[in-house]
Nanobody
């Protein structure tokens, strides 16, 4: 099992930036696929970005390309999400998740991920 803790959320004005961090304990993070999701009130959990084990290639949905950047810091055993040009519609709880066993679900599917953090709130004011 991997324990995940997100940090870096908060209140930001529209147009601003935030950098979220996901720290892992219990396992070496770089060995696993890691993703960021978010969930707004009344909506389904939404895939934002993923970084793959090994070579560290990345994948984004079209909705996140250009504004969100996922990265690893292996020295700190963290995965980060840089978010720029934030809009009120980005207000949500943001979660990181890790795929430990390498399941067959698509990278964008919540079912792929065995461990989740508790989430960090991001609020964007207009």
């Amino acid at each position: 099992q991997v324990q995940l803790v997100e940090s870096g959320g908060g209140l930001v004005q529209a147009g601003g930036s935030l950098r979220l961090s996901c720290a892992a304990s219990g396992r070496t993070f770089s060995l696993y696929d890691v993703a960021w999701f978010r969930q707004a009130p009344g909506k389904e959990r939404e895939f934002l970005a993923a970084i793959f084990r090994g070579g560290g290639s990345k994948f984004y949905p079209d909705s996140a390309k250009g504004r969100f950047t996922i990265s690893r810091d292996n020295a700190k055993n963290t995965v980060n999400l840089q978010m720029n040009s934030l809009e009120p519609e980005d207000t949500a709880v943001y979660y990181c998740a890790v795929d430990i066993s390498g399941t067959y679900y698509p990278i964008t599917n919540v079912a792929r991920y065995e461990s989740w953090g508790q989430g960090t709130q991001v609020t964007v004011s207009s």
